[in-house]
């Protein structure tokens, strides 16, 4: 794989090495806006999409145009090649996560992966004994957490309207933390599942995975963690976690589009009813009914989307070159100036934790007065592009009593000096969206020529 | 996004100085409207003209929660249907979103008789943004559908 050759790795954090990393991203170094009003990019949306370095571009680029073949298919050199490209993708991604290259199963994304297993757990009723332990029913329960992003949550609401099992969550504190004090009143042994973010894609708040983990464990749960938010900013190790699946997207660590995990451990995987059904995915098919291929391949039916893998493969080497430490530690230093940067800020709320403690480097924030769309549009035109809406997280806003906010990500191509650019932003969108009022423009109620009502101004 | 100067000025005097703005009773109907991918939500009301054939709308009333442009838009959008048919407020709505939606070349402007509407010609540029300035015009569809 190609990583990054000879990268020195002289200290904590990124110092003296981001340029040089960022050299990597070519699309950092081109402007927005339209003509006339081009600025550099700055962006700030790494919690949606992160971008990708020529490193990964080239290994899909390579693998296309040397082994491009269907996996797992064929006795050619070309399909050999390519199947062993692919596996080889498997192993290493499994490395850089803590798992086995047999717990491994590919998927579109992290969605895919999530409504895998609730459709898996649905299929378990009908399917033999060796998947009772997946079955849900009325009088259970499934766990999820008020802060779940829509991909953990909507997945479960489905099983549960399917099987008859009720949808319980925890719920949060006001800093934006896990309320744990119910913890063993929420998950009890009537609890089959127990799905919760690893890292909030909303407030960055890092959730206590062993303390999870270990209730579920007494009263006989599975657990499911989403690692969307966690995998590509810090170093994870799923056997350590002891979390039964996990789940992580391609695209938000440097990786392709259309290329996610599940993990699974293995005795799991094993016991475990397919989802999607077809070919690759086989033992031994007749007419009236067939048998399936153990784990990973159970999982991954039709062909699988080899040359993102591997492009994922080359993401995993060059996250590995620069070091995870000191990407969470660049990360982290950011965050901090971020926190306090825009905390300083009059009339900017920052929702979640405000110390970088237990905490990832998604910053949320709402700007008083302001709508977080009108925020964005400042933004861009300073050639700076964020997140705004409810993030996938619409009963996390509610809970934090905000109809939508504004969230700045970063990653380890981001420069310090961009927050200062981004607070610079905020204040402009404060004053000319914000409640400091100037005198309106005189009003013609032009083009009106029915009945006028005066304005009711609230 | 980038407006136009003018264009600006327009949906910022709306936004700051809402016309028609709040829930009014008596009402003949109500809709609510979202945006679920911002959160934005509009509840709106019409009353007809008492007897008037065809009908003609004599007020509408609103809460918003959105951005500038869907305040702005709900402002405007008042001063152009208020005191005009039905049909001819169906036909306003139908005119806007197509020119939204399928934008003229700048050199031509845009019709007079849409006013201050003008002001989101440059949303037609942000295919994410349309639905802002149509959240309101939905809304009244959906009222005058209902009533």
């Known amino acids: ?82 199947t062993a490209a692919y596996e080889g993708a498997r192993t290493q991604i499994a490395g850089f996560v803590g798992a086995d290259p047999g717990e491994v199963v590919f998927t579109k994304n992290a969605t895919e992966g999530i409504n895998l297993v609730a459709y898996a757990m649905s299929n378990a009723t009908t399917a033999g004994d060796d998947a009772a332990r997946f079955r849900v029913g009325p009088g259970d329960t499934i766990v999820v957490t008020e802060m779940e992003h829509h991909a953990n949550l909507i997945p479960w609401q489905e099983l549960c309207r399917r099987t008859g099992a009720t949808l319980h969550w925890l719920g ?148 590995t070159s620069v070091g995870m430490d000191r990407i969470t530690a660049h990360e982290r230093m950011l965050t901090h100036t971020a926190l306090t940067t825009l905390g300083g800020i009059e009339g900017v709320r920052i929702l979640g934790p405000t110390t970088t403690q237990d905490r990832g480097s998604a910053v949320s ?36 009593g905000v109809p939508a906010s504004v969230r700045a990500s970063f990653y380890l191509y981001n420069r310090p000096e961009e927050i200062g650019t981004l607070a610079e932003g905020i204040e402009e969108a404060l004053a000319v969206f914000g409640t400091r009022k100037p005198n309106p423009r005189p009003l013609t109620g032009k083009g009106n020529d029915g009945p006028k009502r005066t304005a009711t101004c609230t | 996004m980038h407006l136009t100067e003018e264009h600006q000025a327009i949906i910022l005097d709306h936004y700051r100085a809402p016309h028609n703005k709040g829930l009014r009773e008596p009402y003949d109907a109500e809709s609510r409207h979202f945006n679920p991918m911002c959160g934005d939500d509009i509840t709106l009301r019409v009353s007809l003209e008492a007897d008037a054939d065809p009908a003609v709308i004599h007020d509408v009333s609103y809460d918003v929660q959105g951005c500038s442009v869907s305040q702005a838009s709900v402002s405007v959008m008042t001063d152009l249907v208020i005191g005009r048919s039905v049909q001819e407020a169906e036909e306003l709505h139908t005119e806007f979103a197509s020119l939204l939606r399928d934008p003229l070349p700048d050199s031509l402007p845009w019709p007079p008789h849409l006013a201050d509407a003008v002001a989101f010609r440059d949303v037609s540029r942000h295919p994410a943004r349309i639905k802002c300035a149509l959240l309101c015009w939905v809304a009244l569809r959906k009222a005058l559908t209902a009533g």
């Open chain 1, 1 to 82: 794989m190609t990583g990054v050759p000879g990268m020195p790795r002289t200290g904590p954090n990124l110092d003296g090495d981001l340029e040089r990393i960022r050299s990597d991203f070519p699309i950092l170094h081109r402007n927005v806006g339209s003509a006339g009003h081009e600025k550099p990019l700055i962006y700030l949306d790494s919690g949606a999409t992160s971008q990708r370095p020529l490193q990964v571009a080239n290994a899909e680029r390579l693998f296309v145009q040397t082994s491009n073949a269907a996996v797992h298919r064929g006795a050619h050199q070309l399909s050999e090649e390519a």
């Open chain 1, 172 to 319: 949060l504190t006001d800093e934006g933390r896990l309320d744990l004090s119910a913890l063993d009143e929420v998950i009890t042994p009537r609890t089959r599942l127990v799905a919760f973010t690893h890292q909030s894609n909303v407030l960055g708040t890092v959730n206590p995975v062993h303390r999870i983990v270990a209730r579920a464990a007494e009263v006989g749960a599975l657990t499911l963690l989403d690692a969307c938010q966690s995998v590509p900013h810090a170093t994870v190790d799923f056997h350590d976690y002891g979390v039964d699946f996990a789940v992580f997207s391609g695209h938000k660590m440097l990786g392709p589009f259309g290329v996610g995990v599940l993990y699974g451990r293995r005795a799991l995987l094993e016991a475990m009813p397919p989802f999607l059904t077809g070919g690759s995915m086989i033992e031994f098919v007749e007419m009236a009914g067939s048998t399936y291929a153990p784990p990973p391949q159970r999982f991954e039916a039709g062909v699988p989307a080899a040359s993102q893998a591997v492009g994922l493969a080359a993401a995993v080497s060059y996250l």
């Open chain 1, 365 to 400: 924030f709402v700007v008083e007065g302001v709508h977080p769309h009108d925020v964005g549009q400042v933004l861009d035109a300073r050639g700076i592009a964020v997140r705004v809406g409810h993030h996938c997280a619409w009963p996390l806003h509610r809970r934090l």
